[in-house]
């Protein structure tokens, strides 16, 4: 059966060795006028400013996964949260509050965009960007190919989601957990 075709970034769904879950969020600041969008369930990197970013695939500082902002909207003067940041935000007043899921031994799952295969069980991959949605804030990532080398993910199983569990079919979902993150496999500061 084929695996339906709907990224949406990575969504945490546990964490390791079956420990409990909180779903507990941290609150990082993003810049006054940032001018980059993230989407809920984008990666994130802390940068040297103290503030967040959009991850790029290459970054090895992932701070974690992108789950909302709170800020005090410039036009309308009224404190707003979104499933986003829309980017170019300088609020009327206080910070822009990001919430990330910055646990290093939570799992997510991700939707892969090619056929990844039993084989990369254990393996790691980086994300693919894909374009977020400003109708539900959600972020349109996929899971890239698998490699031999050092990535952004380790690859721990398939999915259990009977809409896209099939190996053999593109588009399945994995769960994955950090292999670059800030806290947990990452020598050098930011």
Known sequence: ????????????????????????????????????????????????AGTIQLSAVTDVANVGVFNGCFYNDPTTKKPTFSNYYPGSITPSSGDIEAFVYDDPNMLFEIQDNGTLGQTAIGDNADHVA???????????????????????????????????????????????????HLYYNNGAGV
């Open 1 to 48: 059966m084929a695996n339906n075709n709907a990224p949406f970034g990575m969504r945490p769904v546990g964490r390791l060795g079956s420990a409990p879950m909180t779903q507990g969020t941290s609150k990082y600041k993003i810049a006054d006028g940032y001018g980059t969008a993230i989407f809920k369930g984008d990666i994130v990197k802390l940068v040297a």
């Open 130 to 180: 894909g374009t977020g949605s400003t109708v539900d804030g959600q972020s349109r990532n996929t899971l890239g190919s698998a490699a031999g080398a050092t990535a952004q993910l380790r690859i721990i199983r398939i999915s259990e989601d009977p809409d896209n569990s099939d190996i053999a079919s593109a588009n399945a979902n994995f769960i994955v957990k950090f292999n670059e």
